[in-house]
Every structure is written in structure tokens, then in C-alpha cells.
């Protein structure tokens, strides 16, 4: 558990979990930043987005930051995340998946909850651009189910001093039956048509540019209609796109609750008790953590939410906590 002065407390009239989670979404202020765009081209030809924000130093701690399903460098955790980080002097780098940074990727393959390849890319080339900065890392959600998942693979190389995961689904599988219950499902409405939206948009473009091949790929996905699971998605989408056998398969092989035992990197993991996309029989035991691993578990906050101070007036719980545990880490001797 949190020591106290760690301790989240919910708004006066936000203590409901899915108040907590539609907070963002719906009701936040945009945060408006500056910053900079960067192409990050891939081996296989295709591409990820960077969007920086913060000093242009080459000494200045630098932050990687993962957004979750079908969200981007501009959700609001993301850029309320980078704007923190500038306050206190910090450079930061938000990472757009394949195809979320409002423009089709170029292959048929898709972002998903496993694709620490991917992350992988990105820390070698923000290694390589600052090599004199400290480097950290933080993943919302999807974003910090793939961190862990890297965090685990790469054990000591990681090339990370340290990272923070918020709302993680663990468990893939068993958050895809928690999504299917009760007023979850109407994330899981909204997931669904977010991420057929991702898939036509991408056939299109590929029918626009007449990547004949991309598109056969495409369509032997077969009619996208019917689909109401993420059981249904992953199945017949995620996973063939992908190279896993099917749905239990993705989620068996890019579950990050198989991976903690094997970070190497010291790692803050801040979940709610009460995260409406995940049972509390998904979160790990404590025999399942590695000793690098510092394991937040706040009885409220929602998914991605831990809104606080009042309606009125909201605090951004995360936008405090992640800042300072870095900072206090970079402090630490190497």
C-alpha cells in the first residue's frame, strides 16, 4: 500500500470509479503545449511518431511517454505528463503507436499490447540522440502493459534508469472478460469502434495509395461487421495482423503479469483497486515482483484517472506523483 503522503484521494463527488475514468476524456481542459514532431522511421519501413516537448539539452533528463488504446500524444494524461515534466526543467518525448498520430500506417500490421519491438526502436533512437541524458520511461494502460513487457525481456539492458506504469492491464485475457461486464461495456462500445475506425481508415488510404498488397492483407481479415468483443477483435484482427495464433495466444505471449519477475529496471507501478477494466484476482501477488519493482495499489482513481483537489478546482494526482518518484530517482547515484 501507499505510505500516506503517497496516498490518493479522490475529488468530493468523484469517488465513483467511472466518474474517475470519464474525468479525462470528457470534462478535462485541453492542455495546450509546444512541440516538436519527429518521424522515427522503423526496419520494416514503417514509421512512429514523436512529439517533444520540454529543453532542448543535451543533459536534461528526457521522459518517453506511452499513451493507451486507441489515445495518442495528445490525450490528456500525455500532454498534462509532459507539461509537469517541463515545469520541473525535464525534456519528454510522447510516443505515437503505428497509426495513432492521425495518419494510416504504412504496413498492415497494427499497434497492439505486446508490440515492445516497437518500444524498443524508439529507446535506441532517443539513446542515441541524447546519449548524455538520463532516460525514463512511463506507460499508461496499453502503453504500460508494453513498457513492462520490455522492462522484463531486456532485464538489465533495458537502457532505462527508470520507468512508471499506471493502470495496467496485466492480464489481457481476463481484462477482455472485465471490459464485457456491466457499465464496462460501454468502454468496450467505444473501444470497438475506435479500432474498426483504425482498420477502415487504413483501407482506405492503402485503396488511395494502391498498396495492392497491404490491402489484400487487409481484406482477407474478412467482413468487420459483428464485432463486439475484444475476444471478437483480437481473434479475427489483432492477431493475424500480428503473427499470433489467435486471441488467447496475444494475450498468453503480451500479458506483461509473465514479465515482472525479470525487470531489472527500477520501476514504479501505481493501479487502482477500483480500475473498471481489470479484476482484482489480474493484479500480481507480490512473490510475482521483482525487487526493482515498487507496487502502488490505491483503493480508488479509476482507469488512468486519480483525479483530485474538487470539481471545481481538480488536481491531477499522476501529474504530481510520476514527476517527483522520477525526480527523486534521478537523484539517486548510478
Partial sequence: MPTPSDRFTPAFGLGNPHLQTLWGPLWRKTTHLERQRERLWLDDGDFLDLDWHGPHSATAPLVLVLHGLTGSSNSPYVAGLQKALANQGWASAALNWRGCSGEPNLLPRSYHSGASEDLAAAIDHLRSKRPLAPLFAVGYSLGGNVLLKHLGESGSASQLQGAVAVSVPFRLDQCADRIGQGFSKVYQAHFMREMLAYIKDKQRQFQHDGRHEGLAVLERLGPLEKMRTFWDFDGRVTAPLNGFADAQDYYRRASSRYFL?????????????????????????????????????????????????????????????????????GDEPR
Fill in 261 to 329: 519477475g525479470e525487470i531489472r529496471t527500477q520501476t514504479l507501478i501505481i493501479q487502482a483497486a477500483d480500475d473498471p477494466f481489470v479484476f482484482p484476482h489480474s493484479l500480481p501477488e507480490a512473490r510475482e515482483l521483482s525487487g526493482s519493482i515498487h507496487f502502488e495499489l490505491q483503493a480508488k482513481g479509476g482507469h488512468v484517472g486519480f483525479v483530485d483537489g474538487s470539481v471545481k478546482t481538480p488536481g491531477y494526482y499522476l501529474e504530481r506523483r510520476i514527476p517527483q518518484w522520477l525526480s527523486d530517482l
